[in-house]
């Protein structure tokens, strides 16, 4: 991963187009034993530098001095153990770059760009834990658990704001210098994005340019188009969320599975080796389908993690060979530690299984049965 994203840095470096500032204060490149970086890890260092990524940025308007840095938090940072480098502690970070923000760049407006999340039970909220510990933050821009906050969680003088995810919202904070309090909150409001905003000319330029080389690298290659409609659903999926906050069987999860055994069905054609079992991790699920049109790039989208040994965006397809034991572990992974990490939810096509809740770990599953699509 760490070579994927170095490449992505390249590619849009050599773009040549006017490129945002990155702003990323607690990453950490970890060493050998010889005080070396692995060869991925190099060219990701050297993508940065050549980039100009940062701890932090700052932007002057109407003669507010405004410092903006990233931050990864801890559960995120748990999320990519594939990353190849590290994070150190966000809160430590925070404060240290606050500081610099305060006390050598003299900013008037500290904006944090979190990809650190707020959660339902407050002291295991990242970010509130984060607003408690560095209050100098006067805006927390929250991401990572795509949570959307219809009014602002203010913790001491603190605003932090949440829109969600998937551009399904614009969110909108409004504030004001008040002598010797501070920022004032004057708004915030989240306006849902679709056909009642007026289309931006520039964007929308910039979207088809999107779309025309999705076209061209992607989709070309399996004779599909972009907005070609593959099927019609008469009903709405769950959304991402509901499926991963569910511990539950799930329509969108399943039919995921049964594609992957139709899929190998497809490409081994007359050489053929019957699939007994397909499993979807929940992680994997990253977008769903709603009433209407399902188009390739709705497809793609649900299940665009990854890339192949062959270049191509998307996780291949793995095949194993598992004992009836082994599998009945599948299943308990998915009763047993579901409830407690909801990672690690499964979908499962060709087998079925009951399971007591009651019981204790790892001996939750009490029948598992493979069954063929004939019944």
Not at 91 to 105: F, G, H, S
Request: charged share 20%; net charge negative; glycine share 8%.
């Amino acid at each position: 991963r760490a070579l994927g994203l170095a490449d992505s840095l390249a590619a849009a470096l050599k773009s040549g187009d006017k490129l945002p500032q990155i702003v990323q204060s607690n990453v950490v490149f970890p060493t050998d034993k010889n005080g070396g970086l692995t060869p991925s890890l190099a060219a990701l260092n050297k993508a940065y530098q050549d980039y100009g990524v940062k701890d932090y940025a700052i932007v002057e308007r109407n003669g507010i001095k405004v410092g903006i840095f990233g931050l990864m938090g801890e559960d995120a940072a748990s999320k990519a153990p594939m990353s190849e480098v590290e994070f150190g502690d966000p809160i430590e970070n925070a404060r240290r770059v606050v500081k610099i923000l305060k006390q050598q760049e003299k900013a008037d407006l500290i904006i944090c760009l979190s990809h650190t999340g707020t959660w339902e039970e407050q002291a295991k909220s990242e970010d509130e834990v984060l607003a408690q510990k560095v209050p100098e933050i006067d805006i927390i821009i929250s991401g990572h658990t795509h949570t959307v906050l219809p009014e602002p969680l203010l913790i001491g003088r603190t605003i932090i704001g949440s829109a969600g995810d998937s551009c399904r919202y614009l969110g909108i904070i409004e504030v004001s210098q008040e002598p010797g309090f501070g920022w004032k909150l004057n708004d915030y409001r989240l306006r849902q994005i679709n056909d009642s905003l007026p289309d931006d000319p520039h964007i929308l330029r910039i979207i088809q340019e999107y779309k025309n080389l999705v076209q061209q690298k992607y989709f070309n290659q399996f004779n599909m188009s972009f907005d070609e409609v593959l099927a019609v659903s008469p009903f709405n999926f769950r959304t991402v969320k509901d499926i991963s906050d569910n511990h539950n069987e799930d329509p969108l999860g399943n039919l995921i599975s049964d594609a992957y055994i139709y899929a190998v069905k497809e490409a081994e054609g007359e050489n053929y080796q019957p699939v007994d079992v397909a499993i979807v991790p929940v992680g994997t699920i990253r977008g769903s389908f709603f009433q209407g049109n399902i188009t390739a790039a709705d497809a793609f989208n649900v299940s665009s993690l990854g890339i192949g040994a062959d270049g191509v965006p998307g996780y291949p397809l793995i095949s194993v060979y598992l004992t009836g034991k082994e599998l009945k572990t599948v299943c308990e992974v998915d009763a047993s530690v579901s409830p407690m990490m909801k990672d690690a939810q499964l979908f499962i096509s060709g087998m079925n299984y009951t399971f007591n809740p009651n019981r204790l770990i790892f001996n939750k599953v009490t029948d598992a049965y493979m069954q063929r699509p004939d019944g």
